[in-house]
C-alpha cells in the first residue's frame, strides 16, 4: 500500500527549485570562487549559497524537522525525520564546466525498529535538463527539460555477461580493487558516468550496475530511494541496504547478489 508522501516531495522540489536557480546562474561564472576543504575536495560558492538557501526554506516550513547538510554540518538528528543535503555533487565537474552535478535533496525517517529510512528524494541536474524524484511506495520519476514526469524502471539484465556497469574512477578501492577490475572486465560494457549519474541511469533502466567505494550519507540519501523505487537495490558493496554503509551499489536487483559476492573482501 502506498504512504501520501506528497507535501514531502513538493518540499523537496521546490528546495531543488531554490539550489537550481543559484547553481545554474554560477555554472560556468567568470568569478566563481572556491577552495579546498580539509579532505583536499573543493567547495565553491555556489555550494554554499545553494545550501544556505536549502536551509533557510527548511527553517521556514519544516522546524520541526532536522538537517544534515554536507557544508554547514548536522542539526536536531535526535528528530525522527531530517533532511540530507549535497548542494552540489560533482562540484569538480561544476568547477570545470562539465555539465554533470546536481543537487541531491533525501528525507530521512527514524522506524520503530531503530533503522532509518530514505522516504523522498529529489535529484536535480539542471545543466542536463533532468530531474529525478521518488517517494516510498508511490514510484520513482524522471522529468526532461522541464516536461511532466515520466515514471522510470530498472532494466531486467539478468546476466553479467549482458550488464552494463558504471563506476566514477578506480581510485579508493583498496583492496577490492581486483575483483571490481575482474567485474568489470567480465561485463559486456563499461562507462565512468561517476557520481549521482551512474545511479539514475541504473534506474532509468540504462544501466545496470553502478558502484563507488567511498562516499557520506549526502551523496546518496536521494539515490537510494530513487533507485529503490524504480524497483532497483540500493546497499553498501557488503549488501547491506540503504544509504549509511560508507559506500554505495546500484543495481537492477537481478544482479545484486552476484555483484555482492564479486566483491566481496576474501579472508587471508
Known amino acids: ?17 531554490a539550489a537550481d536557480a543559484i547553481t545554474l546562474s554560477r555554472y560556468q561564472a567568470l568569478d566563481l570562487t572556491f577552495v579546498n576543504k580539509p579532505d583536499n575536495t573543493p567547495v565553491t560558492d555556489a555550494d554554499k549559497s545553494a545550501e544556505v538557501a536549502i536551509r533557510a526554506l527548511l527553517h521556514e516550513h519544516r522546524p520541526e524537522d532536522g538537517i544534515v547538510g554536507e557544508e554547514f554540518g548536522n542539526e536536531g538528528l535526535e528528530r525522527d525525520r531530517y533532511w540530507v543535503i549535497d548542494p552540489i555533487d560533482g562540484t569538480k565537474n561544476f568547477l570545470r564546466g562539465v555539465p554533470t552535478w546536481a543537487t541531491l535533496i533525501g ?22 535538463f533532468r530531474r529525478w524524484s521518488a517517494s516510498a511506495g508511490n514510484g520513482a520519476f524522471v522529468s526532461v527539460n522541464g516536461d511532466q514526469p515520466k515514471r522510470i524502471s530498472v532494466s531486467k539484465v539478468a546476466t553479467i555477461e549482458d550488464a552494463s556497469i558504471s563506476y566514477s574512477d578506480l581510485i579508493g578501492w583498496g583492496s577490492r580493487l581486483g575483483s571490481f577490475q575482474a567485474l568489470l572486465q567480465s561485463a559486456w560494457r563499461t562507462r565512468a558516468h561517476g557520481d549521482f549519474w551512474s545511479h539514475m541511469l541504473v534506474a ?54 552476484y555483484v555482492v559476492q564479486s566483491l566481496a573482501v576474501k579472508s587471508s
Do not use: C, Y
Not at 528525507?107 to 542536463?128: H, M, N, R, Y
Not at 546518496?220 to 532497483?232: K, P
Open 204 to 257: 532509468e533502466g540504462a544501466v545496470d550496475v553502478a558502484a563507488e567505494p567511498s562516499l557520506a550519507l549526502w551523496d546518496m540519501a536521494a539515490l537510494d530511494i530513487i533507485v529503490r523505487e524504480a524497483g532497483g537495490r540500493f546497499t553498501n558493496l557488503d549488501g547491506k541496504d540503504g544509504s549509511h554503509g560508507g559506500n554505495a551499489l546500484s543495481t537492477n536487483a537481478a544482479l545484486h547478489n
Open 107 to 128: 528525507l530521512v525517517e527514524k522506524q520503530s525498529d531503530g533503522s532509518e529510512v530514505v522516504i523522498a528524494g529529489v535529484v536535480s541536474a539542471p545543466a542536463l
Open 1 to 17: 500500500m502506498s504512504i501520501d508522501h506528497g507535501d514531502d516531495l513538493a518540499l523537496a522540489q521546490r528546495l531543488a527549485d
